[in-house]
């Protein structure tokens, strides 16, 4: 039995022995750029900023600094560990959509035309590029295959930073409610966050960028798991039938798709560890940032804090690690990788301003069923440009995925139509 559970690991770490004599694609060049050891490496990195970050605020905690505590960084310390309560006087009402008495129906049709063609827009240009960045080799002649790009977490910082301009630039240019957060608390969404987006990157070396989305698309049944944990939420039978459906139909497309060209079983073991590390992380930020909300915070606020903290986790860890100079190096040589990662983090900021416009003109219900047909789009899309291919018991599995999605946002509805409490949905921030 312990053999077994070794084999496992080992082909899980080393895709190449699982390959029937092909060399995968995703084949690493030394036990260096392994993804586990990648994974471990940059943890390692993450580990040292919130060990002693968190050391210091158990520190500051203890000796109760803000009554004791004087000098030029109080205000520092005080914003950082302790936070500040908003003044009646200083908040700004998170007031309820509402719609003007001078709004038209056609101009409510445009409006939400114009919300929609933007979330497709950002999401479907993002989803190709990151198809390409991650998948195909740059710099390619008749004599050369050209080089991949592999780091995964440069571009994680890349989308970060823009997130972080975009998120400031809103703050200083709306007015926003009083921060009264302590900050250190983002850290603990923002480390969930670059991992869950490390994990999605990586897990494109591995498999197909279809797969990638259904798993995605089924991340309401760990999210549900994670809400029970962490907020002690409780559940509809609607909401364990649908999470039932979406795992059915999840398992007939895996099941059922032919194998990718470069695809073997231990690619496809590495594509889906990653896959679930991706909806572990990504589910524990959602739930994390649900309970930050309770500050009273814009989500403007919360991307710029999450942002934050984000941006110095992985420059610190590529700083560590020697990679920041060699991913510079990378994009110097070869402009177009650098057009495509800059597009791809434009994209990721516009789509964050578009998510939270959109549900605060139409609502989460209008916004959910965009996302979900976007998610259907972006299949069809990456099929078409990088020839995936899926059999008809596979798209009858995509169909029963999108199907239980609608149905959950119509079972909302429903409730809220009957004056029930509605399940809250997840969190929108920085989902990419």
Not at 24 to 46: C, D, I, K, M
Request: hydrophobic share 45%; aromatic share 12%; glycine share 8%.
């Amino acid at each position: 039995m312990d053999a077994r559970w070794w084999a496992v690991v080992l082909l899980a770490a080393l895709p190449s022995l699982g390959a029937g004599g092909e060399t995968p694609e995703a084949s690493p060049e030394s036990w260096t750029q392994l993804w586990f050891f990648r994974f471990l490496v940059n943890a390692a990195g993450y580990a040292s900023f919130m060990v002693p970050g968190y050391l210091l605020v158990q520190y500051f905690r203890r000796k109760n600094y803000l009554e004791t505590g004087r000098g030029l960084c109080f205000p520092l310390v005080k914003t950082c560990v302790f936070g500040s309560e908003p003044k009646a006087s200083d908040e700004v009402p998170l007031a309820p959509r509402t719609e003007p008495a001078e709004t038209t129906p056609t101009w409510q049709a445009l409006k939400l035309l114009f919300c929609a063609a933007g979330l497709q827009a950002s999401y479907l240009t993002w989803g190709v590029l990151q198809e390409r960045v991650m998948t195909r080799s740059y710099g390619a002649t008749a004599t050369s295959p050209g080089e991949r790009f592999t780091d995964s977490q440069f571009l994680v910082l890349m989308n970060r930073v823009l997130a972080l301009i975009v998120a400031g630039l809103s703050c200083i240019l709306c007015k926003q409610p009083r921060h009264g957060a302590p900050m250190y608390r983002y850290s603990f969404a923002s480390l969930s966050n670059v991992l869950s987006s490390w994990c999605q990157y990586e897990a494109l070396k591995f498999v197909s960028f279809p797969t990638q989305v259904l798993a995605k698309a089924s991340k309401v049944i760990p999210v549900m798991l994670m809400g029970k944990l962490v907020s002690r939420r409780s559940y509809e039978h609607w909401e364990y039938l649908t999470a039932g459906l979406i795992s059915m139909g999840v398992s007939m497309f895996l099941l059922s798709s032919g194998p990718e060209p470069r695809s073997s079983p231990a690619t496809t073991l590495s594509g889906l560890i990653l896959l679930a590390g991706y909806i572990a992380f990504d589910s524990f930020t959602s739930n994390w940032q649900d309970a930050l909300f309770a500050y009273k915070m814009s989500s403007v606020q919360m991307m710029f804090g999450v942002n934050l903290f984000s941006c110095l986790f992985t420059v610190g860890s590529l700083l560590e690690q020697g990679a920041l100079l060699e991913g510079t190096r990378f994009m110097g040589r070869h402009t177009e990788f650098a057009a495509h990662a800059l597009l791809l983090s434009i994209c990721s900021a516009c789509g964050q301003l578009f998510i939270f416009y959109t549900i605060g003109q139409f609502g989460a219900a209008i916004f959910t069923i965009i996302m979900t047909l976007r998610q259907a789009f972006a299949i069809l899309l990456s099929c078409l440009l990088y020839g995936h291919t899926v059999t008809v018991v596979g798209g009858l599995g995509v169909a029963v995925v999108f199907a239980a999605l609608l149905l959950r946002v119509y079972a909302r509805g429903r409730l809220k139509q009957r004056g029930k409490k509605a399940v809250p949905v997840e969190s929108p921030v920085q989902k990419v």
